[in-house]
């Protein structure tokens, strides 16, 4: 285990450049914002100088009404599609003059983030000066969210695009391809020229991803014009969770800097967010949580790996976690498969070799591992965790990995990009 830890260790050197980290080499050559947090977690284990660096780089882009966009564009190479010309961020009156960035987010994971590396650290008292000096800037994108993506001021918050949700081409987002109709763009893929196409989203898919940002560029990134316009408007359960799992996080960690001056404000939000996701988000027939299409107004039923991350949030009652955990064991655990595939295995719609629509992916393995540990669903954690493990040993740090264990005779079960860097932290943090 020592070598693969150096490895993962090596891993995250590599892919560290001038104060941010890239996710991997070529297919990813910026920061992104949630790679950052869980890549934070990995240094913090054995360098928290550049743990520290990472978030405060991250932060450092954040706009003037605490936005934190999902891609910050630190370099000019054009070895990724869509680069910071066809994003404009500079559209936005608020945006970032220091950085080009995207006008969208992603999974706001930062405030558990802070509250990891502090049970990670071996100098409490150093990590805990230095929360104090970026956690206001966390505070004040949580305020965003809270305010301005929350339309009918429901507790939960809206994504608008389905790079905002971490998980780009998940098949739940096929119903509302299926109510859109983009123009046909003329473009250059770059990721097809790094991995295999078969691994990746289809141009038809990108037409539609383009087409909403357009939208949202027309009315120049406004929150308010995209919550009336965009035909993508989703509540997701991942991110939610995420969300709450920060807050809560926040709430942990002004506390113990004494600061008492917004934990009123946190817990309002926090107890309004866990009541509505329960209350809306959770499908009683399917056993688990699901997304919601807050644009055309229907719940999307399906199970993905992002309807048990809300164990990580502490949302589910243990009656509830209980019926979640049957479901998962029942459609994700039979003993063929890994733990845990990113979408349902008996769906017709289930393809174990592409991206986001049934492959196994390291971070949310990590937060499943966290979540049923904290029930006490020990054994069930620990197949997560050595499942984890396994398919890293057998194939390398790879993007995401089949789901089908008798895929993974020969090592090339791994797919997407290699040398990953949030695979390896997430191991560091697996191992420690
Ligand atoms: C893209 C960087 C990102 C992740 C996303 C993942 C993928 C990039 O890679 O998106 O071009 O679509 O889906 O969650 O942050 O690792």
Known sequence: MKALQERAQTVLNNNFKEG???PCAKLYPFQWFWDSGLIAIGFAHFDMQKAEQEIETLLDAQWENGFIPHIIFHTDTDTYFPGPDFHRSDLHPQSSK???STGMTQPPVTGFVLEEMYRISKDKVATLKYIETVIDKVYDNHNY???????QNEGLVYIYHNWESGTDNSPIWDDIWDTMDPPEYTFERRDTTHVDAAERPSKREYDHYLYIIDIAKEHNYSDEKIAE???FLVQDPLFNAILIKSNQSLINLYELLGDYSKVEQLKQWQNKSVKAFNDKLFDEELGAYIHYDLR???PLRYLSSSSFAPL???IPSKERADVMVKVMMEKFGGDQQYLCASFDPTSERFNPKKYWRGPVWINLNWMLFKGLKQYGFSE???RVKQDTIEIIEKNGFYEYFDSRKEMHKDGTAGYGGNDFSW???LLIDLLN
């Open 312 to 314: 990580y949030a502490n």
């Open 423 to 425: 695979s390896a932290a």
């Open 296 to 298: 055309n107004e229907k």
């Open 145 to 151: 969210f809270f305010t301005k993506r929350d339309p």
């Open 98 to 100: 220091k950085y080009k």
């Open 229 to 231: 316009l965009s035909p």
């Open 380 to 382: 069930i954690a620990e």
């Open 20 to 22: 941010f980290s890239i």
